[in-house]
């Protein structure tokens, strides 16, 4: 068979894992031939790939990003896009094609297997742990840790100063990287999109933990945290070129408030990219490795229209369309039965 891969969305560590193990497994396993398209679809659409081998793959495990670029942007945001992916499989003889993103990507892919039957399989990726049908996402235990080591960083900093230290992470619409880094950096408090929050409780926790003698606090909030209706006036919403807003302003909007309601000294501290890049946790390389391995069991096996996906510690193929436009949250009792109980 002849297999394509691209890599979507963010860059995520672990995607060359997923590459490698597809590679091993098709090449040297099954005999076929795997090529790699370069940014994305945009590879796809100006058919800029290269031949995926065992040599070119070598060493390339341990290594953050993703050797294939990764772009945004979809085949459906031009009127020819779909008929140029078809005449890519045409023209190149493409047997199949491994998609390997997060919610966009796959709901991408969902869409043209499902709307133009092209023969795809997905591997959910993103260090959000955002997808739903898979109980994990490679990438995510990477950025927990990169989250985690900074936050016990910060403390000794905080305490030395009697500081507040506001740690903003990534999470646009799902807090999964905030409360579990929270929770093992031991957070004075954890602020996520599924649970809005009010600045005068938030205030509260951090004076009472003061007034217990602690002179020191860290509040780890997701990027996409948002207040209750009227507690915090926000800055004006603002679009990228793909319609999503903006983020990153909300730990320099709660800083501030916090100051104000307690006259502790407060400073913001955005982990930014860093949560993405570098070398992939022991169990990332695992996780991405055995998708890899299972994408291509699926494609020999046509479940198309599939993406491999985690399931109590086995791997599963599950339909794709299961993810397409949607989200997985935060389990809210981790929230409020183990996170909380520590606020303050």
């Known amino acids: 068979m002849k297999i394509g891969v691209l890599t979507g969305g963010g860059d995520c560590p672990g995607l060359n894992a997923v590459i490698r193990a597809i590679v091993r497994k098709a090449v040297d396993v099954k005999g076929d031939t795997v090529i790699g398209f ?48 078809k005449k890519t499989f045409t023209d190149l003889k493409l047997d199949a094609l491994i998609v390997i993103g997060g919610n966009g990507s796959l709901t991408v892919a969902s869409m043209l297997h499902k709307q133009h039957g092209l023969p795809i399989v997905g591997v959910p990726k993103t260090i959000d742990n955002d997808v739903v049908g898979t109980d994990a996402t490679f990438g995510f235990q990477t950025a927990v840790q990169i989250a985690t080591d900074a936050i016990d960083r910060l403390h000794t900093t905080a305490e030395s100063h009697d500081r507040v230290l506001v740690v903003e992470v990534m999470g646009r619409d799902a ?155 935060i389990d809210l009792a981790l929230f409020a039965d183990v996170a909380a109980t520590f606020f303050g």
């Open 38 to 85: 370069y940014d994305a679809w945009d590879g796809v659409l100006e058919q800029r790939y290269l031949e995926l081998t065992t040599p070119v793959v070598r060493g390339i495990l341990p290594r953050g990003g993703t050797i294939l670029g990764t772009r945004r942007g979809s085949p459906f945001d031009s009127k020819d896009g779909v008929d140029r992916v």
């Open 175 to 329: 807090g999964w990287i905030a409360l579990q880094a929270g929770i093992a950096g031991g957070a004075t408090a954890i602020l996520v999109p599924e649970v809005p929050f009010d600045i005068d409780e938030l205030s509260q926790i951090v004076r009472k933990r003061h007034d217990r003698g602690r002179y020191a606090s860290v509040v780890v909030v997701a990027e996409g945290a948002k207040p209750k209706p009227g507690t915090l006036k926000m800055p004006a919403r603002v679009l990228d070129a793909f319609g999503h807003e903006k983020l990153g302003d909300i730990a320099h909007a709660i800083a501030p408030e916090i100051t104000a309601r307690t006259g502790f000294e407060t400073r913001v501290v955005q982990l930014g990219y860093i949560q993405r890049g570098g070398t992939p946790t022991s169990y990332d390389r695992v996780l991405s490795t055995r998708f890899g391995l299972a994408a291509v069991d699926a494609v020999h096996n046509k479940e198309f229209g599939s993406m491999v996906a985690l399931r109590c510690g086995e791997i599963k193929s599950v339909d794709m369309s299961a993810t397409a436009n949607q989200t997985r949250t």
